[in-house]
Each structure stands twice: as structure tokens, then as C-alpha cells.
């Protein structure tokens, strides 16, 4: 038996697909809840509380501060990938092992399901990894022959996961509405949004691109770009964040702030402020701008 010199961290194919990739802030907190998991049971000692915790296969601890550390990533996108997946079907809850101050979540190990050849082959993910997430790994030539035969034999699928009965209801009403409003929007095209993101936000970007749909030529491209980017919690932006600039410079004679249709500049510290900015985060910098520049 040869022992590779590496280390590898096993991430089940369902999350390799184009439109987990295509979001790496959802890949970030995926490649963190891996490196957590594994397929054996496991203690984990409690801080401050002398116990311990015992996780079965694939359950992991979730806190969403350390998460964030972590993984490099804000407390809101920690929330809000955790809630995709967990809508998605990819995780569950585990309410009898959740505290005040962590929950513990299980990967579903049964969503994991490849498609080969027209029939359902669920991979185990304990099989696919053969030991702790993360160790080396140690394997024959004819193991590593046979795993490469399998994932080749795999064509990706972004229409295979399961629905939730909630994702179900969102899919009807918004290709109900679709059709409603004559909207060049496919079926597929909608699946693959509802699994990424919130009804809501799906809801008011085609209500975006309403309100410009002569000058759009591909709808469908339009909003894969524009959900992406989230056109709509931009334009919210712009306007929460011009009319607050206006606001205090009015309010405090700020004659040195300058200010256009998508930012603001103060020219004597070369600084420009874009509207885009999250509301808190354009307030806090002008005001250390105007503390740090204020005219005396």
C-alpha cells in the first residue's frame, strides 16, 4: 500500500457543480463545514462546561461567530448560506444536541445522490472518503483506478437535488408569473435560482427587469447577472446612502464633499464613497471622513 504525501479534503460532487462554484462565498462556508465533518463518531470537549459532546457521523458544531473567523466571511453571509443548504435538504438541524450558544447541524447524508446513466446511485460519502476529512490518504493503484472511473462516468446535473415543499410553491408562482407577464424565463432557469436564493430576491429582480424590459434583449442573462450581483439590494443602496450624504451635508455645512449621480468624493483626502455600499458601512466612513476633515 502507497502513502501519499498530501492531504486532501473530500467535498461530495453535489457541491462542485456550476452554481455552487460560481458563488464563493457559499464555497467558502462549504469547504469550513467539511473540514468539520466526519464519518465517525466523535467527542468534542465543551469550553467552561467540563463535557463532552457526542457527534455521530457527519454532525458537526455550528456557531455562527466562529464560522465567520473562520472562514473569512461576514455574519450575514454565514446565516444565509447556512439557511440555503439547510432549505436546499443538504443539512439538518439537530435539536436534541443545540444550546444557547451553538446548534449542531448534520449533513444528509441520503441528499447526496449522483445520477448515472438515467439511474440514482446515492454515494456514501463515508465510502468516498475512506477515513477522517482532511487526513491523508492512503489507497492502491486499483482504488484510485476505479474512483477515477466513477467520477467520470458522472455528468453534472444542477436539477437533481430534492425540493423542499416551500422551493415547490416558489417555483409554481414564479413561473406562473413568468408566463403572466410574457417573460422569456425557463423553467430550469428558475430551479437553479430558488435553490441559490430567496424567493424574495428572485421576485424583486424580475419586477427590476420589468421596469426595463424593452431595453433588454436576454432577460435570462439579465437576471443571472443581476441576482449574482443583487441589482435590487443595490439600487436600495444607492438611494438610502444619496439621501443620507445629502442630509448631513446640509446639516453640517460640508462644503467639501462632492457629490454625483453613483458616489460621493472628497477631494481633499481623495476619497470617493460608492452608494452601493450596505447603508452601515457608507454612514461609518463618512462619518470618520468628516471627524478626521471636519472644517474647524
Given at each position: 500500500m502507497s502513502k501519499l504525501p498530501y492531504s486532501f479534503l473530500a467535498i461530495p460532487h453535489e457541491f462542485l457543480t456550476e452554481d455552487f462554484l460560481r458563488d464563493p462565498v457559499m464555497m467558502r462556508f462549504i469547504v469550513w463545514m467539511i473540514k468539520r465533518i466526519s464519518p465517525d463518531p466523535s467527542l468534542i470537549p465543551l469550553k467552561g462546561k467540563g463535557k463532552q459532546?457526542?457527534?455521530?457521523?457527519?454532525?458537526?458544531i455550528f456557531g455562527r461567530e466562529k464560522c465567520a473567523i473562520a472562514a473569512g466571511m461576514s455574519l450575514k453571509n454565514v446565516y444565509t448560506r447556512l439557511k440555503q443548504l439547510t432549505g436546499l435538504g443538504y443539512l439538518k438541524k439537530v435539536d436534541s444536541k443545540s444550546s444557547s450558544t451553538y446548534s449542531v447541524f448534520a449533513l444528509e447524508v441520503k441528499a447526496l445522490r449522483q445520477n448515472v446513466k438515467g439511474q440514482e446511485n446515492e454515494l456514501h460519502l463515508g465510502q468516498q472518503i475512506g477515513q477522517r476529512t482532511g487526513h491523508n490518504l492512503e489507497t492502491k493503484n486499483k482504488d484510485l483506478r476505479k474512483k477515477k472511473e466513477t467520477f467520470s462516468a458522472i455528468t453534472p446535473n444542477v436539477d437533481r437535488s430534492p425540493f423542499s415543499d416551500k422551493q415547490k410553491i416558489d417555483l409554481q408562482g414564479l413561473f406562473a408569473y413568468c408566463q403572466e407577464k410574457d417573460l422569456r424565463i425557463s423553467e430550469r432557469a428558475l430551479r437553479r435560482w430558488i435553490r441559490l436564493y430567496e424567493s424574495d430576491?428572485?421576485?424583486?429582480?424580475l419586477l427590476l427587469l420589468?421596469?426595463?424590459?424593452?431595453?433588454?434583449?436576454?432577460?435570462?442573462?439579465?437576471?443571472?447577472?443581476?441576482l449574482k450581483a443583487n441589482y435590487s439590494q443595490q439600487k436600495g443602496n444607492i438611494k438610502e446612502n444619496r439621501l443620507f450624504i445629502e442630509d448631513f451635508v446640509r446639516r453640517n455645512n460640508w462644503n467639501d464633499i462632492k457629490i454625483t449621480q453613483s458616489y460621493c468624493t472628497?477631494?481633499?483626502?481623495?476619497?470617493?464613497?460608492?452608494?452601493?455600499?450596505?447603508?452601515?458601512?457608507?454612514?461609518?466612513?463618512l462619518a470618520e471622513c468628516y471627524e478626521q476633515h471636519r472644517p474647524n
Open positions: 459532546l457526542l457527534l455521530e457521523p457527519f454532525e458537526f430576491r428572485i421576485t424583486d429582480h420589468l421596469q426595463d424590459i424593452d431595453r433588454i434583449k436576454k432577460p435570462e442573462a439579465w437576471m443571472e447577472t443581476a472628497h477631494p481633499p483626502s481623495c476619497k470617493d464613497y460608492s452608494f452601493k455600499l450596505a447603508p452601515e458601512d457608507f454612514r461609518r466612513m
